[in-house]
T-cell receptor
Framework: GEDVEQSLFLSVREGDSSVINCTYT??????LYWYKQEPGAGLQLLTYIFSNMDMKQDQRLTVLLNKKDKHLSLRIADTQTGDSAIYFC??????????????FGQGTTLQVKP | ETGVTQTPRHLVMGMTNKKSLKCEQH?????MYWYKQSAKKPLELMFVYNFKEQTENNSVPSRFSPECPNSSHLFLHLHTLQPEDSALYLC???????????FGQGTRLTVV
Protein backbone atom coordinates (compact mmCIF):
# COMPACT_ATOMS: atom_id res chain seq x y z
CA GLY A 1 0.00 0.00 0.00
CA GLU A 2 0.93 3.65 -0.08
CA ASP A 3 3.44 4.78 2.53
CA VAL A 4 5.05 8.11 3.36
CA GLU A 5 8.13 8.31 5.60
CA GLN A 6 9.74 11.27 7.33
CA SER A 7 12.41 11.70 9.96
CA LEU A 8 10.82 12.65 13.26
CA PHE A 9 12.95 15.53 14.48
CA LEU A 10 15.15 18.36 13.19
CA SER A 11 16.87 21.06 15.20
CA VAL A 12 18.43 24.16 13.62
CA ARG A 13 19.66 27.57 14.71
CA GLU A 14 17.75 30.71 13.87
CA GLY A 15 18.93 32.10 10.54
CA ASP A 16 20.12 28.73 9.21
CA SER A 17 18.38 26.78 6.47
CA SER A 18 16.21 23.80 7.37
CA VAL A 19 15.76 20.82 5.10
CA ILE A 20 12.97 18.37 5.85
CA ASN A 21 12.96 15.15 3.86
CA CYS A 22 10.22 12.75 2.87
CA THR A 23 10.06 9.53 0.87
CA TYR A 24 6.95 8.00 -0.60
CA THR A 25 6.08 4.76 -2.32
CA UNK A 26 3.20 5.50 -4.66
CA UNK A 27 4.64 6.19 -8.09
CA UNK A 28 1.23 7.30 -9.36
CA UNK A 29 1.16 10.30 -6.99
CA UNK A 30 -0.12 13.37 -8.74
CA UNK A 31 0.31 16.06 -6.12
CA LEU A 32 2.61 16.15 -3.10
CA TYR A 33 1.99 18.52 -0.23
CA TRP A 34 3.66 20.07 2.76
CA TYR A 35 1.50 20.95 5.74
CA LYS A 36 2.52 22.79 8.91
CA GLN A 37 0.99 22.21 12.32
CA GLU A 38 1.65 24.65 15.13
CA PRO A 39 0.99 23.57 18.74
CA GLY A 40 -2.70 23.16 19.50
CA ALA A 41 -3.74 23.91 15.94
CA GLY A 42 -4.90 22.09 12.85
CA LEU A 43 -2.86 21.53 9.71
CA GLN A 44 -2.12 24.45 7.45
CA LEU A 45 -1.31 23.86 3.79
CA LEU A 46 2.12 25.39 3.16
CA THR A 47 2.85 24.49 -0.42
CA TYR A 48 2.48 21.73 -2.96
CA ILE A 49 4.15 20.44 -6.09
CA PHE A 50 2.73 18.67 -9.08
CA SER A 51 4.45 15.44 -9.99
CA ASN A 52 5.70 16.67 -13.37
CA MET A 53 7.73 19.41 -11.68
CA ASP A 54 11.08 18.98 -9.97
CA MET A 55 11.27 22.24 -8.09
CA LYS A 56 8.96 24.92 -6.78
CA GLN A 57 9.96 28.08 -4.94
CA ASP A 58 7.65 30.20 -2.83
CA GLN A 59 9.40 32.98 -0.89
CA ARG A 60 11.50 31.24 1.81
CA LEU A 61 10.23 27.80 0.86
CA THR A 62 11.77 25.56 -1.81
CA VAL A 63 10.29 22.19 -2.65
CA LEU A 64 12.44 19.67 -4.49
CA LEU A 65 11.00 16.53 -6.02
CA ASN A 66 13.07 13.58 -7.23
CA LYS A 67 10.44 11.41 -8.82
CA LYS A 68 12.87 8.65 -9.74
CA ASP A 69 13.89 8.18 -6.09
CA LYS A 70 10.40 9.14 -4.78
CA HIS A 71 12.01 11.74 -2.57
CA LEU A 72 10.53 15.09 -1.61
CA SER A 73 12.19 17.81 0.42
CA LEU A 74 11.19 21.14 1.91
CA ARG A 75 13.87 23.75 2.40
CA ILE A 76 13.15 26.74 4.62
CA ALA A 77 15.64 29.55 4.15
CA ASP A 78 16.54 31.88 7.03
CA THR A 79 14.61 29.78 9.54
CA GLN A 80 12.85 31.77 12.24
CA THR A 81 11.59 30.77 15.69
CA GLY A 82 8.05 31.11 14.30
CA ASP A 83 8.84 28.23 11.95
CA SER A 84 8.98 25.84 14.91
CA ALA A 85 6.18 23.35 14.23
CA ILE A 86 5.48 19.87 12.94
CA TYR A 87 5.77 19.54 9.17
CA PHE A 88 3.81 16.85 7.36
CA CYS A 89 4.53 15.51 3.94
CA UNK A 90 1.47 14.12 2.12
CA UNK A 91 0.69 12.59 -1.22
CA UNK A 92 -2.41 11.88 -3.23
CA UNK A 93 -2.05 8.67 -5.13
CA UNK A 94 -4.31 6.31 -6.97
CA UNK A 95 -2.36 3.09 -7.01
CA UNK A 96 -4.67 1.08 -4.78
CA UNK A 97 -7.99 2.90 -4.88
CA UNK A 98 -9.85 5.65 -6.68
CA UNK A 99 -10.75 7.67 -3.65
CA UNK A 100 -7.74 9.97 -4.12
CA UNK A 101 -7.10 10.02 -0.42
CA UNK A 102 -4.38 12.09 1.17
CA UNK A 103 -1.67 9.91 2.77
CA PHE A 104 0.40 11.62 5.47
CA GLY A 105 3.85 10.97 6.85
CA GLN A 106 4.41 10.86 10.60
CA GLY A 107 5.47 14.48 10.71
CA THR A 108 8.86 16.10 11.37
CA THR A 109 9.14 18.29 14.45
CA LEU A 110 11.27 21.31 13.62
CA GLN A 111 12.89 23.00 16.59
CA VAL A 112 14.46 26.40 15.95
CA LYS A 113 16.95 27.56 18.57
CA PRO A 114 17.53 31.31 19.02
CA GLU B 1 -8.34 30.77 9.39
CA THR B 2 -8.80 28.10 6.73
CA GLY B 3 -12.55 28.32 6.32
CA VAL B 4 -13.13 25.05 8.17
CA THR B 5 -14.54 25.46 11.66
CA GLN B 6 -14.68 22.76 14.30
CA THR B 7 -16.55 22.83 17.60
CA PRO B 8 -15.92 22.31 20.38
CA ARG B 9 -12.17 22.94 20.53
CA HIS B 10 -11.82 20.86 23.67
CA LEU B 11 -14.02 18.08 25.04
CA VAL B 12 -13.72 15.91 28.11
CA MET B 13 -16.18 13.04 28.32
CA GLY B 14 -16.75 9.96 30.40
CA MET B 15 -16.84 6.51 28.88
CA THR B 16 -20.63 6.31 29.19
CA ASN B 17 -21.34 9.74 27.68
CA LYS B 18 -22.68 10.56 24.25
CA LYS B 19 -21.31 13.64 22.52
CA SER B 20 -20.94 15.01 19.02
CA LEU B 21 -18.18 16.87 17.20
CA LYS B 22 -19.19 19.38 14.58
CA CYS B 23 -17.41 20.57 11.46
CA GLU B 24 -18.56 23.30 9.13
CA GLN B 25 -17.13 24.66 5.89
CA HIS B 26 -18.45 27.39 3.62
CA UNK B 27 -15.81 26.99 0.96
CA UNK B 28 -18.15 25.28 -1.46
CA UNK B 29 -16.15 22.05 -1.16
CA UNK B 30 -17.68 18.74 -2.09
CA UNK B 31 -15.55 16.37 0.00
CA MET B 32 -15.17 16.26 3.78
CA TYR B 33 -13.01 14.10 6.01
CA TRP B 34 -12.47 13.07 9.61
CA TYR B 35 -8.90 12.35 10.75
CA LYS B 36 -7.62 11.16 14.11
CA GLN B 37 -4.25 12.40 15.38
CA SER B 38 -2.78 10.52 18.32
CA ALA B 39 0.56 11.17 19.95
CA LYS B 40 3.47 9.60 18.07
CA LYS B 41 1.26 8.05 15.39
CA PRO B 42 0.62 9.11 11.80
CA LEU B 43 -2.57 10.91 10.96
CA GLU B 44 -5.30 8.33 10.55
CA LEU B 45 -8.01 8.86 7.99
CA MET B 46 -11.31 7.78 9.53
CA PHE B 47 -14.11 8.71 7.16
CA VAL B 48 -14.51 10.31 3.75
CA TYR B 49 -17.67 11.93 2.41
CA ASN B 50 -18.12 13.08 -1.16
CA PHE B 51 -21.31 14.96 -2.09
CA LYS B 52 -22.79 13.88 1.28
CA GLU B 53 -22.20 10.19 0.54
CA GLN B 54 -19.76 8.19 2.62
CA THR B 55 -17.08 6.80 0.34
CA GLU B 56 -14.66 5.46 2.90
CA ASN B 57 -14.71 4.00 6.38
CA ASN B 58 -11.24 2.94 7.43
CA SER B 59 -12.27 0.13 9.77
CA VAL B 60 -13.36 2.62 12.41
CA PRO B 61 -15.12 1.14 15.47
CA SER B 62 -18.88 1.62 15.56
CA ARG B 63 -18.62 3.80 18.67
CA PHE B 64 -17.71 6.53 16.15
CA SER B 65 -20.65 7.38 13.94
CA PRO B 66 -20.32 10.06 11.23
CA GLU B 67 -23.15 12.07 9.76
CA CYS B 68 -23.10 14.39 6.77
CA PRO B 69 -26.48 16.11 6.36
CA ASN B 70 -25.20 18.39 3.58
CA SER B 71 -21.94 19.26 1.86
CA SER B 72 -21.18 22.01 4.36
CA HIS B 73 -21.59 20.10 7.62
CA LEU B 74 -20.03 16.99 9.04
CA PHE B 75 -20.61 15.47 12.46
CA LEU B 76 -18.88 12.76 14.44
CA HIS B 77 -21.16 11.19 17.03
CA LEU B 78 -19.35 9.57 19.93
CA HIS B 79 -20.68 7.01 22.42
CA THR B 80 -19.14 4.60 24.91
CA LEU B 81 -15.62 5.67 24.03
CA GLN B 82 -12.46 4.25 25.54
CA PRO B 83 -9.52 6.17 27.05
CA GLU B 84 -7.39 5.21 24.04
CA ASP B 85 -9.79 7.22 21.87
CA SER B 86 -8.36 10.38 23.43
CA ALA B 87 -6.78 12.31 20.56
CA LEU B 88 -7.04 15.38 18.35
CA TYR B 89 -9.86 14.91 15.85
CA LEU B 90 -9.36 16.91 12.70
CA CYS B 91 -11.93 17.72 10.07
CA UNK B 92 -10.89 18.66 6.56
CA UNK B 93 -12.55 19.54 3.30
CA UNK B 94 -11.45 19.67 -0.31
CA UNK B 95 -13.00 20.88 -3.53
CA UNK B 96 -13.17 17.32 -4.79
CA UNK B 97 -11.61 13.99 -3.87
CA UNK B 98 -7.94 14.12 -4.74
CA UNK B 99 -7.42 17.87 -4.34
CA UNK B 100 -5.69 19.70 -1.53
CA UNK B 101 -7.39 19.54 1.82
CA UNK B 102 -8.04 22.40 4.21
CA PHE B 103 -8.14 21.54 7.87
CA GLY B 104 -10.02 22.83 10.86
CA GLN B 105 -8.30 23.57 14.16
CA GLY B 106 -9.34 20.24 15.57
CA THR B 107 -11.17 19.07 18.67
CA ARG B 108 -8.95 17.88 21.50
CA LEU B 109 -10.88 14.95 23.00
CA THR B 110 -10.09 13.44 26.37
CA VAL B 111 -11.95 10.32 27.49
CA VAL B 112 -11.86 9.75 31.24
Amino acid sequence: GEDVEQSLFLSVREGDSSVINCTYTDSSSTYLYWYKQEPGAGLQLLTYIFSNMDMKQDQRLTVLLNKKDKHLSLRIADTQTGDSAIYFCAEIGYSTSNTGKLIFGQGTTLQVKP
Amino acid sequence: ETGVTQTPRHLVMGMTNKKSLKCEQHLGHNAMYWYKQSAKKPLELMFVYNFKEQTENNSVPSRFSPECPNSSHLFLHLHTLQPEDSALYLCASSQDLGTEAFFGQGTRLTVV
